[in-house]
Structures are given as structure tokens and as C-alpha cells.
């Protein structure tokens, strides 16, 4: 299988903000990487999709990037509702694996 | 717009089965796979399998094979996941999620609201 890591684990920004997270796969997953945002108690929603592009509706301060084994994902200016967790997920090769997840909070 | 409605919350027994629907609308079922994704309490997510709609072909992560069965009833667009020989390490809110690869699982968009599984004896 192929792992995932995310880091950080969790952070806190300030509104305004720019945040990063990066994800690093196991092995080459050439571009096929996709960004979850998932708030407590609900569902997760899909933001990016094969590492950079953005899904339809999503805040372009929301973007990604990456190739191979290693991948970004930045807010560019923190919002509010913003706080939330991330996950980065691949789907190179089955099965399908998610990172841990980086909880982001308001400072 | 596109919805993936799931069904009530389960309680169940060690050795038990349970099963969770998905009933979807908004767009062409066939079109799209649907993926099943878990998560215990305060962890991550873990992809349980997918289902290729239009002909009910499937794939399951290693861990759950022979213990899970997708199904997909397309004559009322409804997916269908049913985990069998449940412990209680098997507690967890269950998604389903319309997946966008028809032939192979790519990405998961939109997302069920989650069905809460719980195993305790």
C-alpha cells in the first residue's frame, strides 16, 4: 500500500494568514493526489483534484501543488471558516489511502 | 443538485451484519462509481472499497475482502454496502460518495451525510 504522511499534525494561524501543509507519498503517485476539507461532524468536501486543479465552488485562496512524492496545499489567506481538517488522498494505485489529517485552528 | 442520502444509524452486536444504503439523485448513476469511506471515532479516513455502477464490478481494500459486499441498484439509483462478522473496532460513521472515476475510483465528490455504525454487546 501506499502511505501517506501529513505534516503538520495540526496548526494555528491567524486569520489573514498563509498556511501550508504538505503531504509526501510513499512512492511516485505522478499527479494523483486530491485535498479534502472535513469540519466537525460533517462530511468531508473535495477541493483539489489531480494535485492543482481546482474543484468548481472552491475559493481560489485554496490551492495546490506537487508532483511525484511531494505535495503542497496552501491557503493563502486564513479565513474563519477556514477552520477545519485536511486530508490529502492518492489514487495511483489501489488501494485508495488518505494522509492522517492536519486540524487547522485560529490562533 | 447532485445528493447521496444515507440511511439511520445502526447499532449491532459482535458477529452481526449491517447494511447501508445510498440513495443518490441529481445526476446519471451509471456515469460515476461510488466509493465507501469509514471513519472511527477521532480518526482519519479509510477507503473501504468502490463499485463501477453500470456493470456492479468491484474493488475492496485488502483489510475488508470477504467481509464486505458493494452492491448497486440502478434501477433506483441506491448503492448499497453490507459489512458482515462486525467487532467492535468496526464503530464508525460510514460515507458513501459518488466517485468520480466511472472505471477506476479517483476522487470522492459530493460526499452521503455519514451513517453511524455502532458494534457493542
Known amino acids: 500500500d501506499i502511505q501517506m504522511t501529513q505534516s503538520p499534525s495540526s496548526l494555528s494561524a491567524s486569520v489573514g494568514d498563509r498556511v501550508t501543509i504538505t503531504c509526501q507519498a510513499s512512492?511516485?503517485?505522478?499527479?494523483?493526489l486530491n485535498w479534502y476539507q472535513q469540519k466537525p461532524g460533517k462530511a468531508p468536501k473535495l477541493l483539489i483534484f489531480d494535485a492543482s486543479t481546482l474543484e468548481t465552488g472552491v475559493p481560489s485562496r485554496f490551492s495546490g501543488s506537487g508532483s511525484g512524492t511531494d505535495f503542497t496545499f496552501t491557503i493563502i489567506s486564513l479565513q474563519p471558516e477556514d477552520i477545519a481538517t485536511y486530508y490529502c488522498?492518492?489514487?495511483?494505485?489501489?488501494?485508495?489511502?488518505f494522509g492522517p489529517g492536519t486540524k487547522v485552528n485560529i490562533k | 443538485q447532485v445528493q447521496l442520502v444515507q440511511s439511520g444509524p445502526e447499532v449491532k452486536k459482535p458477529g452481526a451484519s449491517v447494511k447501508v444504503s445510498c440513495e443518490t439523485s441529481g445526476y446519471s448513476f451509471t456515469s460515476y462509481g461510488i466509493s465507501w469511506v469509514r471513519q472511527a471515532p477521532g480518526q482519519g479516513l479509510e477507503w473501504m472499497g468502490w463499485i463501477r455502477t453500470y456493470n456492479s464490478d468491484t474493488e475492496y481494500a485488502q483489510r475488508f475482502r470477504g467481509r464486505v459486499t458493494m452492491t448497486a441498484d440502478t434501477s433506483t439509483n441506491t448503492a448499497y454496502m453490507e459489512l458482515r462478522s462486525l467487532i467492535c473496532n468496526d464503530t464508525a460513521v460510514y460515507y458513501c460518495?459518488?466517485?468520480?472515476?466511472?472505471?477506476?475510483?479517483?476522487?470522492?465528490?459530493?460526499w452521503g451525510q455519514g451513517t453511524q455504525v455502532t458494534v457493542s454487546s
Open positions: 488522498q492518492q489514487y495511483d494505485d489501489l488501494p485508495i489511502t
Open positions: 460518495a459518488r466517485d468520480e472515476g466511472g472505471d477506476y475510483p479517483k476522487w470522492f465528490d459530493p
Open positions: 512512492q511516485d503517485i505522478s499527479y494523483s
